[in-house]
């Protein structure tokens, strides 16, 4: 089992809809989460950060489900400048990062 | 520069040669990682150093990868006798903040654009 497992997708949406993606983690130690987003053929860059209570940043909330060990992703109104694929990142041990494969969205006009 | 620099950007090397990559972070940065991402997969972590501490290298796929960083900055990433399974992007990363830190944005880890790997 991979340790940061995501559906691969693609998710393709119309513009204004609402899209939400889920991440599972195998390591319940496992203490921070992010979601990053990555284009096509550049570098991930950090979208947020996820914390035990939620957190919303505009368009975007992120969700913590300790009990059940997923993280969630919720884009309200996508623009298609949301198009991407969008990486589930948790810590593990000694800092040490691990990257889901990341799921590809695709919003359509 | 601002942040985190790698170079080359481009290689391409035949089958059989070592090549060299090198990081250089954002300055102050304590952590540095190095991962490799293979088209359309995702990242595979290779390699993370902290400070003065021995570095994880845990994900290194063979012992032809190794890596060191000098002072504490720098890290070069080598490859020796490349093979075409190598063909990938290396991308390294920096943080503030290492082993133990805190959620937060010191802790946010920065990319470089990577070295795009092409074993021919």
């Known amino acids: 089992r991979k340790e940061v497992e995501q559906d691969p997708g693609p998710f393709n949406v119309p513009e204004g809809a609402t899209v939400a993606f889920n991440c599972t983690y195998s390591n319940s130690a496992s203490q921070s989460f992010f979601w990053y987003r990555q284009d096509c053929r550049k570098e991930p860059k950090l979208l947020m950060s996820v914390y035990s209570s939620g957190n919303e940043d505009g368009r975007f909330t992120a969700q913590l489900n300790r009990a059940s060990q997923y993280i969630s992703l919720l884009i309200r109104d996508s623009k298609l400048s949301d198009s991407a694929t969008y990486l589930c990142v948790v810590k593990g041990g000694y800092n040490k990062l691990i990257f889901g494969a990341g799921t590809r969205l695709a919003v359509h006009p | 520069g601002a942040g985190v620099s790698q170079s080359p950007s481009n290689k391409v090397t035949e089958k059989g040669k070592d090549v060299e990559l090198r990081c250089d972070p954002i300055?102050?940065?304590?952590?540095l990682y190095w991962y490799r991402q293979s088209l359309g997969q995702g990242l595979e972590f290779l390699i993370y150093f902290q400070g003065n501490s021995a570095p994880d290298k845990s994900g290194l796929p063979s012992d032809r990868f190794s890596a060191e960083r000098t002072g504490g900055s720098v890290s070069t990433l080598t490859i020796q006798r490349t093979q075409q399974e190598d063909s990938a992007v290396y991308l390294c990363?920096?943080?503030?903040?290492?082993?133990?830190?805190?959620?937060?944005?010191?802790?946010?880890?920065?990319f470089g654009e990577g070295s795009w790997l092409t074993v021919v």
């Open positions: 300055s102050g940065h304590t952590a």
């Open positions: 990363a920096s943080s503030l903040v290492g082993r133990g830190g805190k959620q937060g944005r010191g802790n946010t880890i920065y």
